[in-house]
């Protein structure tokens, strides 16, 4: 991960500066897997790509950093470099145990990894269908490969030995062929780090799968970032078991009693709540006929919609206005003003305006 070596060249593409050098230990983007990332002569290097048969190590600098970095990165000049190998490590994680997974998903179904994407999760897409109970087998398969602690091999077939190789790759591939083995599980062809056994790889856990065009969509994460998943999996379970009051093992079983009961009481609030629209609405009726020009009611835990149903319902048979009005004084009030024909006359607009400024309104 450090190494030292010299500058070819030093520019700025697309906006981005960059550094051209005669050798490197940085992994370029390659193989569904992102670059590599570190420190180049004291400038932290944010992604490192192959472009027209250059490899570009790009540079985070500042204004102030830029002449200092023209004189550094002089053509020529011997350079030191170092790969965040924390970075670098819980990538071939997830990445090796993706080739753990599509390798037995391979051999057991015949299914093929015909789309794959890594960051610090790994996603991957395989050409068929699995059940849920096949995915958590493989998963369980995965994981014991991981127990097993089986050797990672990095083998460089010639065109002449590539023939008594069985590995799986994406691409036609004849020359210059890189394949990654996990002896005992898969062969395949690959451009990236890879570790030196499958106990390096952790524990390996699919955190969601989907049909997709025709197949499954499986994201997966491995090592310290499984690790990190379950603790924060173990704390929000800690809570809700404060919450329940339940045990570990029946957390999920309290949750689903309490969104029962939850579910019951609130259908039984909104019939209640319908109830009492409907009683409100009956006793401004009855105020309707009495000729008056205004009607104010009151409904104390009202809500919007309630206010203005009750409102929609009385103007049918009504000339005049209604208001409606909800809240209290920790929260503040509400109001909604109707009538039959609104636009009869400026009456509803000018009530608007005069209580707005006598309620200190927005």
Known sequence: TEFKAQVLSFGEDEGRAYAELDQSAFFPEGGGQA??????????????QRKDGRVLHYLALSAEDKERAHKTFTPGCEVEGEVDYN?????MQNHLAEHLFCGIAHRRFGLDNVGFHLTDIVTFDLS???TKEEIADIERKCNEAVWANVPIR???????????????????????????????????????PALHSSGEIGPIKVISHMPHRGGVRITLIAGKSAYEDYALLARETEDLMKTFSARRELVSEYAAEYVRKATAEHELNTALR?????????????????????????????????????????VKEYDGIICGFRGNDREGYRYVCGRREADKDDSLRTLAVELKQAFGGS
């Open 128 to 130: 068929g269908p699995l």
């Open 87 to 91: 970075l670098r490590f819980l990538r």
């Open 274 to 314: 319908k109830e009492i629209a409907a009683l409100t609405a009956e006793k401004v009726k009855e105020i309707t006929k009495s000729g008056r020009e205004r009607i104010c009611f009151f409904l104390k835990d009202g809500d919007e919609v309630q206010v203005r149903n009750i409102i929609n319902t009385c």
């Open 154 to 192: 990095v083998h460089f077939p010639t065109a002449g030995e590539l023939g008594s190789y069985a590995f799986r790759s994406k691409l036609e591939l004849e020359d210059g062929i890189r394949l990654v083995e996990i002896e005992g599980y898969d062969l395949c062809a690959c451009c990236a």
């Open 35 to 48: 670059a590599d990332e570190g420190v180049l002569a004291g400038f932290k290097v944010i992604d490192v």
